[in-house]
């Protein structure tokens, strides 16, 4: 299975939308940004119920590897409150994944001032999407920073240094943990709480940077996952991995309930939802240990019962040894369709070819957005392309380091880094997130992450959402983010 169908590649194949260079910019193979200094406006807004002044900065940093050398220019953009003590503010580096993307759908869809609209009737033309104020941005209790990685947004890696050299967890995370400081430093916040806010592959750069601040001297106060791929290693689909049918059922109850097709017996979706996730612990888990020594009215039984959850047939379980995979489900639960991968409400004709690296077509309008915001409220000049491909494409998922294993699929220890993290900083709190419909990483996943981590269970805590990997694209779920993240910030637990 490819990282883009597991682990959410959110904003792989939006297209790239540019600002022209400036003749004397510096050549990139990613397009050249020419950025003397910080570019600062005011505004207004309305935040969580209050008026809020505020201003946004878009500016360089200048990152250096482990020995020192400078590689790689950064491009930040901040919003922060005018109205508050700053020294006692928190402050949220929010990125997504890839590896390696632009932050352009949390920025324009979660955290940023500004967010497109995108309606629950899931048919509507993504060309009518509007984009209007984000009231549920959480600038009322903490300022934002956008952190996009070198040869993605702004951010390039410098004249001489090979794009290449920072393709690695390591690196990656190594940006993210010098511009943190950098920050921290130039805007006088080094006090300030900080927490980081990953989606997708972000959630291992959110780990890897976590790991790195701490042994740096510059603590967090905790990190924010969501649609998280850390235990990766452990749900990843393969025959002999049991565990990952277990933990995949709940994310397949869900989305037959979304289409209608499953058999909810008088059950409200949340009382569905938990029976499929205990009988998955149970019965079904029990079953797939004994494998072919199970009775066969129990396996029988189990097929019955999984039909029940999931809509599809009990004799196609049967044939499948009572196994069948998420990407199966897409392709199995309407002939001649299939389930769109990163939010299974959406259906395409199987003719239409594989996607499975796209979003749906409402995530086409974050790009556009993103553009059209720096140029006419951040009043960004013509500075550079502002680069929302996937600069790690042409390399493919092994052009990355993902650690001795060179797998995404590998035992990179971030389950272990963040319980180091947790054990050196009392105050370091975990918040995990994922959207049912969301194929890649799943609720399951969520859940099975949490429980065997081994992390102090009074610093964890945890929310699933409707909708898919980007499930704030649903506004109740958007806005239930937002109560999520105010209460992280404002330490209500």
């Known amino acids: 299975m490819r990282l883009s169908a597991a682990i959410a590649m959110a904003t792989l194949t939006i297209a790239i939308y540019s600002i022209d260079a400036s003749a004397d910019a510096p050549a990139s193979p990613f397009g050249a ?7 600062v406006t005011h505004h207004k807004g309305t935040f969580g119920g209050k008026r809020i002044r505020y201003e946004a900065v878009v500016e360089p940093f200048d990152v250096t590897d482990a020995s020192g050398k400078p590689v790689a220019r950064l491009v930040s953009t901040s919003y922060i409150a005018k109205d508050s003590d700053a020294s006692a503010r928190p402050v949220l580096f929010v990125f997504n994944g890839g590896p390696i993307v632009a932050t352009t759908p949390l920025h324009m869809g979660a955290f940023g001032p500004k967010r497109v609209a995108i309606p629950d009737d899931i048919s509507v033309d993504p060309a009518s999407f509007k984009v209007i104020d984000n009231v549920y941005a959480p600038l009322d209790v903490a300022d934002v920073v956008i952190f996009d990685p070198a040869n993605t947004g702004f951010s390039r890696t410098l004249p001489g240094v090979a794009p290449e050299s920072q393709f690695s967890v390591v690196a990656d995370g190594r940006q993210l943990t010098d511009l943190v400081q950098q920050w921290a430093r130039t805007h006088r916040r080094v006090s300030s709480p900080k927490y980081l806010v990953g989606e997708s592959y972000g959630t291992m750069r959110a780990v890897e940077a976590a790991d790195q601040l701490q042994k740096a001297g510059m603590p967090l106060e905790g990190i924010m996952l969501l ?17 990952s049918y277990v933990v995949s059922l709940p994310t397949l109850a869900a989305i037959g309930w979304s289409h209608n097709v499953t058999d909810r017996k008088g059950r409200t979706f949340d009382q569905f939802i938990k029976e499929a996730q205990d009988y998955g612990a149970g019965e079904y888990l029990n079953v797939l240990f004994l494998g072919n020594t199970a009775a066969p009215e129990r396996r029988e039984a189990v097929a019955r019962k999984l039909q029940e959850f999931t ?5 196609s379980y049967l044939e499948r040894d009572l196994k ?12 001649g369709y299939v389930l769109d991968t990163n939010d299974a409400r959406y259906k395409r004709p199987a003719a239409q070819g594989n996607h499975d690296e796209e979003l749906p077509g409402y995530a086409s309008r974050y790009s556009p957005a993103a553009i059209e915001h720096f140029h006419k409220e951040l009043k960004v000049p013509e500075i550079g392309t502002y ?4 600069p790690t494409a042409g390399a493919g998922l092994n052009g990355w380091n993902w650690g001795p294993n060179k797998s995404p699929f ?16 009392p105050k370091f709190r975990v918040f995990v997130g994922n959207g049912y419909y969301d194929t890649q990483t799943t609720i399951g ?20 959402y409707q909708g898919g990997h980007l499930f704030y694209t ?11 993240v105010r209460a992280m910030v404002t330490r209500q637990w």
């Open 474 to 484: 649903v506004e109740a779920s958007l806005k239930k983010l937002s109560e999520d």
């Open 227 to 243: 649609g998280q791929a850390v235990n990766i290693i452990e749900y990843a689909q393969r025959p002999a991995n049991i565990l």
């Open 410 to 425: 590998g035992d990179w220890p971030y389950v272990t880094q963040v319980r180091d993290v947790m054990k050196a900083n």
């Open 324 to 335: 069948i995979t998420k990407v199966q489900y897409q392709q199995m639960l309407f002939p």
């Open 33 to 39: 940004v020419n950025i003397p200094g910080p570019i």
């Open 445 to 464: 996943a969520m859940d099975y992450l949490i429980s065997q981590a081994g992390w102090p269970m009074d610093r964890v805590r945890s929310s699933y």
């Open 311 to 315: 809509g599809l047939s009990a004799q």
């Open 387 to 390: 680069f929302t491909g996937m």
